[in-house]
């Protein structure tokens, strides 16, 4: 019951934000910055030019409101923009091959051994800092499948890429994944694959 | 602990650790986009008048050459349209002679006449 009331309030709220409702604009705004700005940041654009980047995502996603359907999740549809304006932002500047490369080069930090009670927040920030040392196109899909929940299909629609090489991006990057954190994860996880 | 569930473990941990993670974003990133959205809505419209103005001013362009092409290949019809005119222009002398008289009652017909057109637009169309 709770669920269809919160679903028709969503469709309302999407109603209002087609139609060039101000008020649900700001709030589509609010509700996907972070999601905008770390898609920007992960493919590797410094925080001013993520700034700009988010900018002309959100410009551009109100431009397109008329052209939404509804076929995909209003969130993927935004993904898809934010990633092909950071995508172009890079290719614009001549920084393309960055795509291929880690974020930024992590210093190695697998000395400082992670105790079995690790802090929480210590530990996602180890994990996040394990995803900048992947390539970028691994990274991107690390991120899409295991924070924002996208299915293997949605991924190869927000990256323009083939599902197998989607699902390649993932297991190779978790693969990396695992032997960055080895550490953090200890003897739970088999490293060895 | 079996490979299946080391492999679920990491993959859980994986998805909580990376919900965490949140980057910063400027405080007044919304209002800020909000303003962009304001002066693009502008924009758009003032694009429009202009496009409109442009249509109007090709269509009065347009509509004299015409005119002068048809005067030139078709010399008759101008011709009789030339008398047409002239018959016209004349009945619009003979009315306002007549109306001249009583130029003040016209004159306050005319405002009252204007004022309602005015006021009628306004409602229809004067928010938009």
Known sequence: ?193 | MSADKSEERFDEMLGRGLRKRAEPVPDDFTDRMLRRVREEQQRRILARVIMEERLALAGCILLGIITVIMAAVFPGIAGSFTKQAEVFIDKITQIIEAVGGQWQFYTVLAGAFGFAVYSLVDLLVGDS
């Open chain 1, 1 to 193: 019951m709770a669920g269809e009331a919160g679903k028709n309030q969503s469709g309302a709220w999407v109603g209002r934000l087609l139609a060039g409702d101000h008020q649900a604009f700001a709030e589509f705004v609010d509700k996907y910055k972070g999601e905008v700005f770390l898609c920007c940041r992960m493919l590797g654009l410094r925080e001013d030019e993520a700034e700009n980047a988010a900018s002309e995502t959100f410009l551009a996603a109100y431009k397109g409101l008329s052209r939404y359907r509804g076929q995909a999740k209003l969130s993927t549809w935004l993904w898809r923009i934010a990633y092909r304006q950071a995508v172009n932002y890079l290719r614009k500047n001549r920084r393309s091959k960055q795509l291929f490369e880690p974020a930024e080069q992590v210093a190695d930090d697998r000395n400082a051994q992670m105790s079995a009670g690790l802090e929480s927040k210590e530990q996602a920030e180890r994990i996040w800092r394990a995803v900048e040392r992947l390539p970028r196109f691994w990274a991107a899909a690390i991120v899409l499948f295991y924070r924002e929940g996208k299915s293997i299909s949605e991924i190869a629609k927000i990256m323009k890429k083939r599902k197998n090489t989607v699902k390649t991006y993932l297991f190779r990057g978790r693969e990396r994944l695992k032997e960055i954190l080895a550490d953090v994860f200890g003897e739970d996880v088999d490293v060895g694959g």
